[in-house]
């Protein structure tokens, strides 16, 4: 058998090596300045318009959220809507309005007046807004449409008129008073023993001026029941 593992024929000579080991690099070609500026001029496009962009919609978002909170500002924010509430309660608590109670000494002096308006007790009633003026008048402050009321119960009867009760409006405390209102009740005939009492009211709706005057008349202060809650006069503005 011929050994083939045996050969006489020396190995391939190794190549020689350099002294260090370099990279190759291969340069990579430059861009050339005709190319770059459309890529440039791109690229600063899409800049400006976003800038563009942002700035239109923060324009638009804020004058939407101004408009949004002028039309709805009770819904928009929690405190938008306690602000709201807050203005609105404000403002009613500083409307007109007046209570009056009839003053139960005023029957009883000796220097009742013989003009027929009712006196009212300024320290048992509630005004807001509204002046009180000698004794019978009220005098407007807020200029504006008024409900205004009254309510007067007679105790005596009048043989010779019926029994009538009267709004009374001037346009100031040296104008002549006209009539705005009145109500009649009628006192029917009855046992000696039972209080014979009867209720004029009246209310109206009556647009009124800065300095106007208001009060309540009858034809005899005598007739009327002085008896807490019997007899009252008021308004409020609507």
Same mark, same amino acid.
Request: cysteine-free; hydrophobic content about 30%; aromatic content about 14%.
């Given at each position: 058998m011929i050994n083939t593992y045996m050969t006489t024929m020396a190995p391939p000579p190794v190549p020689p090596r350099l002294a260090g080991c370099h990279p190759v690099l291969i340069p990579a070609p430059l861009p050339s300045r005709g190319r770059s500026k459309p890529l440039i001029w791109f690229l600063v496009g899409v800049v400006m318009l976003h800038v563009f962009l942002s700035l239109g919609g923060f324009i638009y978002l804020y004058h939407y959220d101004r408009k949004f909170l002028i039309q709805l500002p009770s819904e928009k924010q929690g405190?938008? /809507?306690? =602000?709201?509430? &807050? &203005?609105? /309660?404000?403002?009613? &608590?500083? +409307? =007109?309005?007046? +209570?009056?109670?009839?003053d139960q000494r005023s029957h009883t002096s000796d220097q009742t007046p013989a003009s027929g308006f009712l006196q009212w007790d300024i320290n048992h009633s509630v005004l807001?807004? %509204?002046? *009180? *003026?000698? /004794?019978?008048?009220?005098? %407007?402050q807020q200029p504006g449409d008024y409900y205004v009321y009254s309510r007067v119960t007679f105790s005596k009867g009048d043989s010779k008129s019926p029994l009538v009760s009267k709004g009374k409006l001037r346009k100031d405390d040296k104008g002549e008073a006209t009539d705005v209102m009145q109500a009649y009740c009628n006192l029917d005939s009855g046992p000696a023993l039972i209080p014979r009492l009867c209720t004029a009211s009246q209310g109206e709706a009556i647009t009124l001026e800065k300095g106007n005057q208001l009060s309540v008349w009858v034809q005899d202060l005598s007739l009327v029941n002085y008896e807490d809650g019997a007899t009252t006069f008021g308004m409020y503005k609507l």
């Open positions: 405190e938008g /809507k306690t =602000a709201y509430l &807050s &203005s609105e /309660k404000q403002e009613t &608590s500083y +409307r =007109a309005l007046a +209570r009056m109670v009839v807001r807004n %509204i002046s *009180y *003026y000698h /004794k019978s008048w009220l005098t %407007i």
